[in-house]
């Protein structure tokens, strides 16, 4: 059963940084693109970052230059690094990844920047 966890969600201040983490399970992760999403109250869930199995990234233009993703192939885990935290950034932040067709989504980690 495959199954992605995210952690690493918190409040922080304007300017801060927060590193999440998406654990997966029941799967060969190392083949698989992995990506960031995140969904704001009354707004559509956007792609915030990608990772490809060979560690291509790509990222929305909101958050480049601010947002580090990566990946560790031996822990299962993919991590979305946030520095410079912007009241925009507030939402809930989802990992997911698709696996023999299938799109998997983690449970998301709520990630709020106010003063």
């Known amino acids: 059963q495959v199954q992605l966890v995210e952690s690493g969600g918190g409040l922080v201040q304007p300017g801060g940084s927060l590193r999440l983490s998406c654990a997966a399970s029941?799967?060969?992760?190392?083949?698989?693109?992995v990506h960031w999403y995140r969904q704001a109250p009354g707004k559509q869930r956007e792609l915030v970052a990608g990772?490809?199995?060979?560690?291509?990234?790509n990222y929305a233009d909101s958050v480049k230059g601010r947002f580090t993703i990566s990946r560790d192939n031996a822990k299962n885990t993919v991590y979305l690094q946030m520095t410079s935290l912007k009241p925009d950034d507030t939402a809930v932040y989802y990992c997911?990844?698709?696996?023999?067709?299938?799109?998997?989504w983690g449970q998301g980690t709520q990630v709020t920047v106010s003063s």
């Open positions: 997911t990844l698709p696996y023999r067709g299938t799109p998997y």
């Open positions: 029941g799967i060969f992760f190392s083949i698989n693109a």
């Open positions: 990772i490809t199995s060979g560690g291509n990234t």
